[in-house]
Structures are given as C-alpha cells and as structure tokens.
C-alpha cells in the first residue's frame, strides 16, 4: 500500500512539473508575441512623430485637392449624364450618381 501510494505521488509530481513546463513555455510564447507588437507599436509611433510636422499641412493641402477634384469631376460628370437620353429628366438619380 506505501509502495503505490509513493509510485501514485510520483505520477503526480511528474504530471505537474509537465504542466509547469507548459505553463513557461506558453508564458515565454506571450512575452515575446507581446514584444513583437510593443516593438511594431513604437515604430508606428516614430513613423507617425516623424510626419508629425506634416499632420497640419497635409490634411489641409489633401481636402482642398479632393474639394478641387470633387467640384470640377461633379460638372464634367453631370455634363455627361445630361447627355444619356434616359437620364434627361432624372435628376434625382443623376444626383445619387453624383453623390
């Protein structure tokens, strides 16, 4: 009886030391997944302090071109639109085109 009872405690002391040695290596897996994305955060973060002397020209300088683009793109595709004959007299949907 003291015999399995040893040869029982024995399977169970192995059993947990598996475990233990799951348990790091699953702890060493997330410490460097978490390292990778620290790493990927601070180089976004560089690439972005860099840019940020730019962060108030360009979107400015970016809306005034799509403003441009947008208002004249608008007239020469409502010009077209006017000359399909089915969409004469649609101007709702020439303006959901547009839209």
Known sequence: SGTQESIALRQEVE???AEVTRARQTILHLQDQNSISGERLNE???RL???EGLSEVVPSALVRR???LYAQARV???DALDNVPDLQN???LKSKLLF
């Open 15 to 17: 059993t947990l030391r």
């Open 44 to 46: 976004r973060i560089c």
């Open 49 to 51: 302090s860099r840019l």
């Open 66 to 68: 799509f403003g441009n």
């Open 76 to 78: 020469d595709t409502l």
């Open 90 to 92: 649609a101007e709702e």
